[in-house]
Each structure stands twice: as structure tokens, then as C-alpha cells.
């Protein structure tokens, strides 16, 4: 979530192209109006009529249960939920008045294992380790997590709480590094040359130079004045055997004007919100206010901008999503702050929207080129908050699909393989918190982690969903992604995933071929080879099965048009022989 931010008055995309954009993107809301069956939802806090497509619910935690929550002021920004990290079966669950630790071994039964009180901001976590570090930027953080409020400013922290939490039913904080601006969000970054630390990379949105525990670095001066507290990412080493240790190592400066060297070279950007890093393509995405950077970060300690672009349709630049090849990149546009209501009728569809870029390499190295708007394609009541959000990729082989929440919008998953044609394929929502008041709820963050999208509700809890087959996806598909475990994920953080050869593997780009046209004899035969091959691949008839899967794969490229499944029927082939 942002703070409210005047919109950018940068151009780019002008012209006829963009009023044709401004005008086609009102269209789907409102032909949708009429048929999509979430139009109409009954509201309430715990008792919201519900809707779901092409998902199933695995669970519903509700914050009314305990925890960081006061029945008496059920709705109070004071205990929002926010953001979501995992590791293992953990879950990490951030909340404006601490966190809590989730035992998700049993992903239709979360449990909690510990409330951890201390506000201090909407307290975004990550895990690494058996360190968890939590984002500290409201006014009301104290050194000692206590609840009194400040009555010094001595007592005040702003910036990155370090806990072990090596127990998660028991964590201790065992650091904390004071930040200029406080901390907003933040990235955890690996150094693959050094496995001793690991990097965070800081963004802060408070006022400059407003937190007096921060170090003396800290300063509200102008762009000229030397280190001044805006216009920089601060990237704080932490030693992972001496945590307390952990400090700012460099103040980098992305949004320097190459020419002349000012600070401020990028105009109407001193910030960033999220910076999103995938270390093993060497890239960050940042989403800056009014600019989406792309960031070399091969050296993680000195983070350096490649490339920005600007939207005259976006307000502020919130977050990015990679794909896996990292040949894309959505970025999210947070109009309205996230508490506004921004998906009603005659809402831009273009404004509150993700924009898709292609990553393209050039002789100058890699630029970002916009393709396309992708936003909620319904309608929401004024009492919804609802524009995009977080979300992440779905790993499904062949295609680029994301979840995403849209706060009361609930949430969406869509398909951008088509950089210029996203489609959404499934969804989930629920009626207002409030039907009379437009009151802040619904989803923060929709992640997909180890077979399951988990949604953190601010007003409500934790959900967890299912995809479920449907003419988008089918169950061998979604198989294959069900399959695709990581040890730990973090918001800002993505993980490159790779498909071993597979029976499954094969069946799911033979579902992708025959969504594409494939079919008649030559699908008959795909399907008869395969199973083929894994009934006997064991037994004498093994070579048999295995060169028929070669044989067929010869037919299928002659045929044209269907490479993966091809290469899929090849390398399974191989992996049997």
C-alpha cells in the first residue's frame, strides 16, 4: 500500500494511441455489468456473500478469531493485515500492529503459531534464514516494540527490525537498522559470491530526513546538498552470523541524470516503493512513483539503472512482477494510495491498471517497451477499495500467468503470455467490509507458493485457494505447477523454476497444442504414445515406447506450430532412455 500521491504529469504514450486506449478501456467494465456474477455482492466484515471462478477455497482464517485484533475496533487501520513471506511450512503474515507466524503444514487448517506485537507501519516482511526482517515506517515504532507511543524521540525506530526466528513459535529481535525515511517495503537480495550476507534494499517514503534515531547521514536538504535523504535506495549488508551487525552500505543513487549528475534526474521520482530482484537474470524492476526502472544488480551492494520509463496513465508506479525468463515485466499502478475506489463504472481501464512491458535486448543492453493495460475486468462498488496490487507468477510451463490481489476487487488471475493480450482465466471476490461506507479491506497481496495462492485480507484474514481445471487450464497444467516447490519466497524476490522432463510435462504442452488447433489423428497419436511410453517404459518394450515418442515428436514438428510440446516429447525421451 502507497501513500496518496499526486498524479504524474509525465508523458510518454500520447496522442491518438492514447486517447484510443483511454476510450476501448472503458468498454470491458461496462459489457461486463450485466453478466459478471460479481455485480452485486452482498458486503459485510465476516459474513460477505462470495464468488469464485475457475478456483476452489482451501481455507478461510479469520482475524475475529485472535491475534492482532481488537473486536472493538474491528476495521481500524491500527490492525490491518498486510504483506506475506514463506519458508518451508511458515508463513509469515504482516500486520500493522506486528506479525504473526503460520504453520501452513496443513495448508486447510493454518495455524497460528505466535502473535508478535509491534506496530509500527504495515510491517512488511521476508524470511532468509532463520532471520525474518519487517519494514518499520509509521510513527508509532519503538525501539522496544512497546505500545505506549513515543514520548521521546530517542524511543523512535524507522527502519528494518532483524528477528530470529529460528524458533517461529518464539521469535527475538537480534537487530534493527535506523533508516532516513523509515522502511516502507524492502527487498532481500542474494550475493551468489557470498554466502555470509545477504543484502536488503530499502525503500522509505516518510519524510526526508524525518527519523532522529537514523543515522547522521540523514539530512531534508535540497538535491544539491550533499547526501541528502531523498532521491536515493538505501542497501543495508547484513552478516548472517552477526545480524546486529547489519548497516548501510551504500546509498544508491538510481535516479541520477547521467549527464549532469544531479540527483534528481528523474523528475517526479525521490523513491521507490518496490524494488522487485531476480538475482539469477541480474535485474531488478523498480516501481518508483512516477517511473519503472530496470536496475543491474549483478553486483548486489552497488545496484545500477539501465533503464525508465514513465506513463502518462499511471499515478504512482507500485510494484513488478517478472516473468520467468525474464523476458516481461508487469508493473502495477497504485491509484488512489490503496484505500480509493478505483475500479467503479467509468473508472479509466488504463488508470489503477498493471502495464506489461518486453524486456528487449538492445546493442545499449536491455530496454523496457510497453505492450499492453491489464486491469480487473469488472466492476466495483464506491464502497470497494480496489486498484492493482500484489501478485506473483503462477508456474505453469509455457504460458506467463499471474495472481494478483486488487484489494476489495478480491482477486484475479490472468494470462499475459500475449504481452499485448492479457486474458483473465479465474478469480475470487466477496462483497464490501462495509455496504454503506467505503471502509479499507480485501486483498493486500495474492501469492502463489508451493501449489496454493494465498491471499492476506487486511480486514478479514488469510485465504487460501486452489486452481481448479477449466477451458483456460487444464488439470494437466496445473499438475505440472503444483509440482514446482520452493524452499522460501519473498515479496519483492523471484526464483527462477525449471520443468525436468515429465509425463505430465509432455501432457500439459499436449493440452497447450490442442488449445492452439492441434488435433485429428496426429493428437490421437500424441496421446497413445505418451501413455504408452509410461506403461512400458520399464519393461522390454521400453525402446519401443521410447522411440515412438520420437517418432511422434518428428510428426508434431513437421506439422508446424508447436515447439514445446515437440521439445517436451524429445527431452522426455532422453530423460527414458
Given at each position: ?49 462470495e464468488v469464485i471462478s ?45 506479525f504473526q507466524m503460520f ?310 488471475v490472468f494470462d499475459f ?161
Amino acid at each position: 500500500m502507497g501513500a496518496q500521491h499526486p498524479r504524474s504529469r509525465r508523458r510518454r504514450w500520447l496522442g491518438s494511441f492514447a486517447a484510443a486506449a483511454l476510450v476501448v478501456g472503458l468498454l470491458p467494465a461496462a459489457a461486463a455489468a450485466d453478466t459478471d456474477p460479481r455485480i452485486g455482492l452482498g458486503g459485510g466484515q465476516f459474513d460477505a456473500e462470495e464468488v469464485i471462478s475457475n478456483l476452489e477455497t482451501v481455507a478461510n482464517w479469520s482475524k475475529a478469531d485472535g491475534g492482532l485484533f481488537n473486536p472493538d475496533l474491528p476495521t481500524n487501520s491500527a490492525y490491518w493485515i498486510s504483506d506475506i513471506a514463506f519458508q518451508g511450512d511458515l508463513l509469515a503474515l504482516g500486520n500493522f500492529y506486528g506479525f504473526q507466524m503460520f504453520d501452513i503444514s496443513d495448508p486447510a487448517d493454518p495455524r497460528v503459531l505466535v502473535d508478535v506485537v509491534c506496530p509500527g507501519g504495515q510491517g512488511d516482511p521476508s524470511i532468509y534464514g532463520n532471520l525474518l526482517f519487517r519494514s518499520v515506517e509509521g510513527g508509532n515504532g519503538r525501539i522496544d516494540c512497546g505500545t505506549q507511543g513515543l514520548t521521546t524521540p530517542a524511543e523512535r525506530f524507522r527502519g528494518i527490525q532483524i528477528w530470529d526466528v529460528s524458533d517461529p513459535s518464539d521469535p527475538f529481535q537480534v537487530g534493527g537498522v535506523q533508516l532516513c525515511r523509515g522502511s516502507h517495503t524492502h527487498t532481500v537480495v542474494e550475493d551468489p559470491n557470498d554466502p555470509d550476507h545477504v543484502y536488503i534494499y530499502n525503500s522509505g517514503t516518510s519524510g526526508s530526513g524525518s527519523n532522529s534515531g537514523a543515522n547522521t547521514h540523514c539530512n531534508a536538504g535540497t538535491a544539491d546538498t550533499p547526501r541528502p535523504s531523498r532521491w536515493m535506495t538505501e542497501v543495508v549488508k547484513v552478516p548472517l552470523a552477526n545480524p546486529a551487525a547489519a548497516e548501510v552500505v551504500n546509498e544508491a543513487r538510481l535516479f541520477t541524470d547521467s549527464g549532469t549528475g544531479a540527483v534528481n534526474g528523474l523528475g517526479n521520482v525521490n523513491h521507490c516503493h518496490d524494488i522487485t530482484a531476480y538475482p539469477e537474470i541480474g535485474l531488478a524492476a523498480g516501481a518508483c512513483q512516477g517511473r519503472g526502472l530496470l536496475i543491474d544488480i549483478t553486483d548486489p551492494a552497488n545496484p545500477e539503472r539501465l533503464d525508465d520509463v514513465a506513463d502518462s496513465n499511471f499515478s504512482y508506479w507500485h510494484s513488478a512482477t517478472w516473468n520467468n525468463d525474464g523476458s516481461k515485466v508487469v508493473f502495477t499502478d497504485e491509484w488512489g494510495g490503496g484505500t480509493g475506489a478505483r475500479c467503479r463504472p467509468g473508472d479509466p481501464m488504463n488508470w489503477g491498471a498493471n502495464g506489461i512491458y518486453d524486456v528487449v535486448r538492445t546493442d545499449d543492453g536491455p530496454r523496457l517497451e510497453f505492450r499492453s493495460y491489464f486491469k480487473l475486468p469488472v466492476t466495483q462498488t464506491p464502497q470497494e477499495n480496489c486498484v492493482s496490487h500484489n501478485g506473483s507468477l503462477i508456474p505453469v510451463p509455457g504460458r506467463d500467468i499471474m495472481v494478483q490481489a486488487w484489494y476489495q476487487g478480491g482477486t484475479s488471475v490472468f494470462d499475459f503470455t500475449d504481452s499485448a493480450n492479457p486474458v483473465e482465466i479465474a478469480y475470487f471476490d466477496r462483497g464490501p467490509v462495509n455496504p454503506a461506507a467505503l471502509v479499507t479491506g480485501g486483498h493486500w497481496s495474492s501469492y502463489w507458493y508451493n501449489g496454493l495462492i494465498y491471499g492476506s485480507e487486511i480486514a478479514r484474514g488469510l485465504d487460501v485457494f486452489r486452481l481448479v481445471p477449466s477451458e483456460h487450464l487444464s488439470a494437466n497444467e496445473i499438475a505440472v505447477a503444483e509440482s514446482i516447490t520452493f524452499d522460501e519466497i519473498n515479496p519483492q524476490g523471484q526464483v527462477r523454476y525449471d520443468f525436468a522432463p515429465s509425463f505430465a510435462l509432455s501432457r500439459a504442452y499436449r493440452d497447450q497444442a490442442e488449445r492452439a488447433g492441434l488435433g485429428g489423428n496426429l493428437l490421437a497419436n500424441v496421446d497413445k504414445f505418451i501413455d504408452r511410453a509410461e506403461r512400458f517404459h520399464t519393461g522390454p518394450q521400453g525402446r519401443a515406447a521410447v522411440a515412438n515418442l520420437r517418432a511422434i515428436a518428428n510428426q508434431v514438428e513437421n506439422a508446424g506450430g508447436h515447439d514445446d510440446l515437440v521439445t517436451s516429447l524429445r527431452d522426455l525421451a532422453d530423460a527414458l532412455s
